[in-house]
T-cell receptor, first 114, second 114 residues
Framework: KQEVTQIPAALSVPEGENLVLNCSFTDSAIYNLQWFRQDPGKGLTSLLLIQSSQREQTSGRLNASLDKSSGRSTLYIAASQPGDSATYLCAVSNSGGSNYKLTFGKGTLLTVNP | SAVISQKPSRDICQRGTSLTIQCQVD?????MFWYRQQPGQSLTLIATANQGSEATYESGFVIDKFPISRPNLTFSTLTVSNMSPEDSSIYLC???????????FGPGTRLTVL
């Protein structure tokens, strides 16, 4: 059974700092991995998706890496801003097509202080 | 991308009653997913709903407790039946974004059972 762990559970940083969020998963035979952002009352927003054959994906100030063999992914946020404050969730799928389903970690609550 | 709306956004219900949550997508999708997020926990998949077939439930979730309808390619409902305080959670609807496998989520329904 796939299990996803995110460390740290909470993180508070001053504005402008670069930071790294960590995600680990127990079953390395993944189909893909996604990072989401969750804002209160607004559901989840997909930030980055990494296919199992990829090592990293970038979008603006965000960079996600994937090391399947070690069961780890990191989300790097450059030059953090107060608007980045949210809960960041990592999720993996072990299958595609009709068997596609995501297993989520509990998330990292990020606070960026002005 | 897909835009998803859910109704109601929140509700407070009495023990023993039932609540039906609606999920509307702005485009036709094959697979719709229902998740539950209990306080302080990660998202857990309840079931996958495909149009024209019975929903597929994950371990620990049963149709009598969480009946799902999927009458067409843009709409689904989840009913939480015979509610107890343990059902207090955020319930989220999501869809898969076609070839990219990106998952899109609705804003969620925050349910409190007294």
């Amino acid at each position: 059974k796939q299990e996803v762990t995110q460390i740290p559970a909470a993180l508070s940083v001053p504005e402008g700092e670069n930071l790294v969020l960590n995600c680990s998963f127990t079953d390395s035979a993944i189909y893909n991995l996604q990072w989401f952002r969750q804002d209160p009352g607004k559901g989840l927003t997909s930030l980055l998706l990494i296919q199992s054959s990829q090592r990293e994906q970038t979008s603006g100030r965000l960079n996600a890496s994937l090391d399947k063999s070690s069961g780890r992914s990191t989300l790097y946020i450059a030059a953090s801003q107060p608007g980045d404050s949210a809960t960041y969730l990592c999720a993996v799928s072990n299958s595609g097509g009709s068997n596609y389903k995501l297993t989520f970690g509990k998330g990292t609550l990020l606070t960026v202080n002005p | 991308s897909a835009v998803i709306s859910q109704k109601p956004s929140r509700d407070i219900c009495q023990r023993g009653t039932s609540l039906t949550i609606q999920c509307q997508v702005d485009s036709q999708v094959t697979m719709m997913f229902w998740y539950r997020q209990q306080p302080g926990q990660s998202l857990t998949l309840i079931a996958t709903a495909n149009q024209g077939s019975e929903a597929t439930y994950e371990s620990g979730f049963v149709i009598d407790k969480f009946p799902i309808s999927r009458p067409n390619l843009t709409f689904s409902t989840l009913t939480v039946s015979n509610m107890s305080p343990e059902d207090s959670s955020i319930y989220l609807c999501s869809v898969e974004g076609g070839a990219t496998d990106t998952q899109y989520f609705g804003p969620g329904t925050r349910l409190t059972v007294l």
